[in-house]
């Protein structure tokens, strides 16, 4: 029996997803391209409904869904990975279990543009951000004057790109040792990209990234100290991967993060001084008998 390859794998990563992942499932199902397609299921030992309603739509579309389900909990960027390498398709897209599509025609138009555009190392599209507590009003990610082509040196400072909107060719991609201990995974896997090609930007609203208070990105519990101290390390372990080849730019970023987490490590110890000028700021600490001194 000769095995044919997908055009096309959607990596879907889930953890407690009860709420959300039929939502998921049913926006990458309706896309007009079933016949290329197979779709990829991480749980990471959810302890909710989120594995058996997965186990549903495995029993209905046994030949389109792949579906696993981790011993133990081993964390969203681990299990990402898990998934990444399950994946077989000529093309990746990428779908978070709390995430869904809104363009049937999605997955068409993103494969569309990289097959007349060899040359990109992926594509990307707006998004609504949609806040599960309704404490903000949605809104969409990219505005109007989003490049249409960004490069590594565009994303590396900001960030514009969700991840449900993000589709690469697998064979962009080698994922290094280092990349399980990143705490923001989209984020490194597009500068991993970016390293192979440029990055197109396609002017349609196709998919809402829904912010919730059990999100990495939302999670008040992880302090940004610790964030940025990952980050620093990622920047590290990534400029080591790419042999050095955007020593410059990578290392002016980690300088960049490095001096926030500076302020942010003197605001925690003087958490008075944060409200006075940055001249009295130094004189007030000066006059403390505990100086501070932040080691770089």
């Avoid at 363009?103 to 594509?123: G, I, R, T």
């Avoid at 249409?148 to 290094?176: C, G, M, R, Y």
């Avoid at 990209?193 to 999670?219: C, E, F, H, N």
Wanted: aromatic residues 12%; hydrophobic residues 35%.
């Amino acid at each position: 029996m000769i095995l044919i390859k997908p055009k096309i794998s959607v990596c879907v990563i889930t953890y407690n997803h009860e709420k959300y992942i039929r939502d998921a499932i049913e926006s990458i199902l309706a896309q007009n391209v079933l016949n290329d397609l197979e779709i990829v299921i991480c749980d990471d030992n959810s302890n909710d409904g989120t594995y058996r309603i997965c186990k549903s739509y495995l029993n209905k579309f046994p030949s389109i869904i792949k579906l696993y389900k981790n011993n133990n909990n081993i964390g969203a960027i681990p299990n990402w990975v898990k998934a990444l390498e399950l994946c077989s398709g000529e093309y990746i897209a990428i779908c978070e279990g709390d995430d869904y599509w809104i363009d049937p025609l999605k997955l068409q138009k993103q494969v569309d543009f990289l097959e007349a555009n060899k040359e990109y190392s992926f594509c990307f599209h707006n998004t609504i951000v949609l806040f599960e507590n309704k404490d903000h009003p949605p809104y969409l990610i990219n505005k109007k004057t989003q490049k249409e082509t960004l490069l590594l040196q565009d994303i590396i400072n900001k960030w514009p790109i969700a991840t449900a909107s993000i589709v690469f060719k697998s064979e962009k991609l080698k994922i290094p040792s280092w990349y399980s201990s990143v705490y923001s995974g989209d984020y490194f896997l597009g500068l991993l990209l970016a390293s192979k090609g440029p990055i197109g930007y396609i002017d349609k609203v196709m998919s809402v990234y829904r912010k919730q208070p059990t999100s990495l990105s939302y999670d008040t519990s992880i302090s940004e100290i610790y964030r940025n101290e990952k980050l620093i390390e990622g920047f590290e372990n990534l400029n080591q991967e790419l042999e050095f080849k955007y020593e410059k730019i990578i290392h002016n970023r980690i300088l960049a993060v490095k001096k926030i987490n500076k302020s942010l490590k003197i605001e925690k110890k003087y958490g008075f001084l944060k409200f006075l000028s940055p001249s009295k700021m130094i004189k007030r600490i000066l006059k403390n008998k505990n100086i501070f001194i932040l080691k770089t």
